[in-house]
């Protein structure tokens, strides 16, 4: 059964610098439960790819990866707003860097961007811009974020999300679509997202549109956190359970990215990919026995 969640009221293939492409996260649960009989092992890939005839200066995707590997997170510049690069990648890094666990509820979330804004605004303070840049200056800046969090609790791992825009969460259990938020179909994407704004009087109306979610994982579980482009095109192949999405998911876990890269070259070419910026992570679930039970044994 896909579970929706509940919408809150009140390069050219490269990687992102703060990790590798590859990352293996053990996290033994002794130490946060000397009941565990388990230990919880995340494999990490991410991948972010520019779109046509762009470089990476001008990439306005990001991924932020946690230094202790429980959270994560994707942000998607809005191309015509100012300094759209540094607001996605300062949302991304910053959110999933924060310990022990980053904001999860639209009110704390809320805080926290009010915050990383006025932090971006002090570094436009001695910018010297023409005109047309400076009236863009002064609207902000704009991105879609999506943070997953995850937190070992006893012989459970629960994962915790936050959305706002069209950047999404998917997680899949044996092939299958098991949640995904804040969209869940292709037909559910257009072009006038609800994004994090820069500026603080705007932020209460987005924060009215953003998604959370909560869940459980299991051995087995895969996460991706995707760009819109990417979600789309995603969600369209997955209804359609075309093989493609198995070979892309391979490529992914295998970090192929040359091959990986040059298939969505050729979905972009085909227009079944929209040609857009592109950042991927995927995050693998496994669980072993634990090393301290067995030697026990």
Known sequence: MLLRCRTVSLCVLVNQPLEPPCLFIHRP????????????????????????????????????IGRRGWSYAVADGATEAFDARRWARRLAESWAGIEPSPPLSVADFGVWAVTEGEGLHAAWENLTLPWYAEEKRRGGSFAAFVGLHFAAEGRRLSWRAIAVGDSCLIQRRNCELRAALPLAEHQ???????????????MKSALGRAVTGA???????????????????????????????????????????????????????????????????????????????????
Do not use: Y
Not at 38 to 48: A, G, K
Not at 49 to 57: A, N, V, W
Not at 189 to 199: G, K, M
């Open 188 to 202: 559910d994407f257009n072009s006038h997202p609800v994004l994090v704004p820069s500026r603080a009087e705007l």
């Open 29 to 64: 649960l002794q130490s946060l439960s000397e009941m565990s009989s388990q230990d919880w092992r995340l494999q990490v890939r991410h991948f972010v790819l520019p779109r046509e005839d762009s470089t990476l200066e001008e990439c306005e995707d990001a991924a932020g």
């Open 215 to 297: 869940g459980e994982a299991e051995s087995g579980d895969i996460f991706l956190l995707l760009s819109d482009a990417i979600a789309a095109w995603f969600f369209e192949l997955a209804a359609a359970r075309h093989p493609l999405i198995a070979k892309f998911d391979s490529l992914l876990a295998a970090s192929d990215n040359v091959a990986l890269a040059d298939l969505l070259r050729r979905e972009r070419q085909a227009k079944k990919l929209k040609d857009d910026d592109v950042a991927i992570i995927r995050i693998a679930v496994a669980c072993e026995p634990s090393k301290k039970m067995m030697n026990a044994k």
